[in-house]
């Protein structure tokens, strides 16, 4: 399977929200999850949200693993998310720098709750709950904002927050 085009920063879809999915099972959802998991790992990225891809549909992926964009990151098996919603979030608002495949070069310094609850629908079309928190929640909250039509870039205080990629990188390596 090859990886799908990413949408990038200005495109029209990535500031719309994202209408829900009617059947999780249909063989084009299946398809579609499939191929953005290939996309999502293939971008090295942690999480992808369908309207990154130019589905509009509240559909996402959540896998958190060290990588290069994210060395420090947990390890967990990825996890496919329909029509997801949010219970409730706790904890003290975390700050991070977040990056994102469809603003690349860029990242900025997000202040996110430290846990998540969240609803959805696997892939069987089964209603699942699941608590999340730390990274993996921050991954959750990231991608959920791309179902509501925000990138992170929304997210931050202040431009002042902001942080080219090849600095950051600089940054991490002299620390």
Same mark, same amino acid.
Do not use: K
């Given at each position: 399977?090859? %990886? ?7 495109? %029209? ?6 209408? %829900? &999915? ?15 998991? &290939? ?6 990225? /942690? ?7 130019? *589905?509009?549909?509240? $559909?996402?992926?959540?896998? +958190?693993?060290? #990588? ?10 990825? &996890? /496919? $998310?329909? #029509?997801?919603?949010?219970? #409730?979030?706790? =904890?003290?608002? /975390?700050?991070?720098?977040? =990056?994102? @495949? +469809? !603003?690349? =070069? ?6 996110? %709750?430290?846990? !998540?609850? &969240?609803?959805?629908?696997?892939? $069987? ?21 791309? @179902? *509501? =039509? ?5 997210? /931050? ?8 990629? +090849?600095?950051? *990188? ?6």
């Amino acid at each position: 399977m090859t %990886p799908m085009a990413i949408a990038q920063l200005g495109e %029209p879809i990535l500031r719309q929200r994202a209408r %829900p &999915v009617s059947d999780a099972t249909a063989a084009e959802i299946q398809t579609l999850w499939q191929r953005m998991l &290939v996309t999502m790992e293939a971008a090295g990225g /942690v999480g992808i949200a369908a309207p990154q891809v130019f *589905e509009p549909l509240r $559909l996402m992926i959540i896998a +958190s693993r060290p #990588n290069a964009r994210y060395p420090d990151a947990p390890q967990m098996d990825p &996890v /496919v $998310l329909i #029509n997801p919603e949010i219970l #409730n979030t706790s =904890g003290e608002l /975390v700050s991070f720098v977040e =990056g994102c @495949l +469809s !603003v690349p =070069g860029i990242r900025g310094t997000v202040r996110r %709750p430290d846990n !998540v609850e &969240v609803r959805y629908l696997d892939t $069987l079309g089964q209603p699942q709950q699941l608590s999340l928190s730390g990274f993996p929640a921050r991954i959750f909250l990231h991608e959920f904002d791309h @179902l *509501e =039509g925000r990138t992170f870039l929304d997210q /931050v205080d202040s431009p002042a927050d902001l942080i080219a990629q +090849s600095v950051w *990188e600089q940054q991490c390596q002299s620390a």
